[in-house]
């Protein structure tokens, strides 16, 4: 029987990169000042009212020349919408980021503890896999739960914790690549 890793590496590798960049970005940027996260959030919003408004220019002007036209008036007005929304009211966009990073990190950590034990064998020091998806569900509970705590007081933790946790990912994809390529060669590739 074929053990195939690569859509488990490829998915670790792909986790470990999101949480290594949200806790940078929580070490270095919100960690300064959490109003700067905030006005990224509606300078975002701006960029996107302004390319948005360049789609419609450019969907127009097609219009104009006779030709094909209309591809890109609905992508236009989604980033329209979420522009608005963005530069209007980026506390609420705050909140509801950081909702979804409280789910991503939740479901990782689930993600993380149940291939652990489905491929321990497999995972030298498995035990603190299993202990970094513990953490990254409690850091998940955290981000929904508590947001303006995790906000002030633990942007500092939660971002260490991010990087690291994300490293690990990324050490332990690298790992499941291996095992994937002695696997294929062994097995041979089908």
């Known amino acids: 029987m074929k053990i195939s890793f690569k859509k488990t590496w490829t998915t670790m590798l792909i986790n470990g990169l999101i949480a290594a960049i949200i806790g940078i970005i929580l070490?270095?940027?919100v960690s300064n000042n959490g109003d700067v996260f905030q006005s990224i959030i509606k300078w975002v919003g701006i960029i996107l009212i302004i390319v948005s408004a360049t789609l419609i220019g450019v969907d127009i002007y097609a219009a104009v020349k006779k030709r094909h036209w209309g591809s890109l008036a609905f992508v236009s007005a989604f980033l329209l919408i979420i522009g608005i929304?963005?530069?209007?009211n980026p506390q609420n966009v705050?909140?509801?980021?950081?909702?979804?990073a409280g789910i991503w990190a939740a479901v990782t950590g689930v993600s993380q503890i149940i291939t652990t034990i489905k491929y321990r064998q497999y995972v030298p020091g498995f035990i603190f896999t299993i202990i970094n998806g513990i953490l990254m569900i409690a850091l998940g509970v955290m981000f929904i739960f508590f947001q303006e705590?995790?906000?002030?007081?633990f942007t500092y933790i939660a971002g260490a914790f991010l990087v690291v946790s994300g490293l690990w990912e990324i050490f332990n994809a690298f790992r499941f690549k291996k095992i994937t390529k002695i696997s294929d060669e062994v097995?041979?590739?089908?």
């Open 94 to 100: 705050l909140w509801f980021v950081s909702i979804v």
């Open 85 to 88: 929304i963005f530069a209007a």
């Open 27 to 29: 070490l270095f940027i």
């Open 149 to 153: 705590i995790l906000m002030k007081t």
């Open 187 to 190: 097995m041979g590739d089908e």
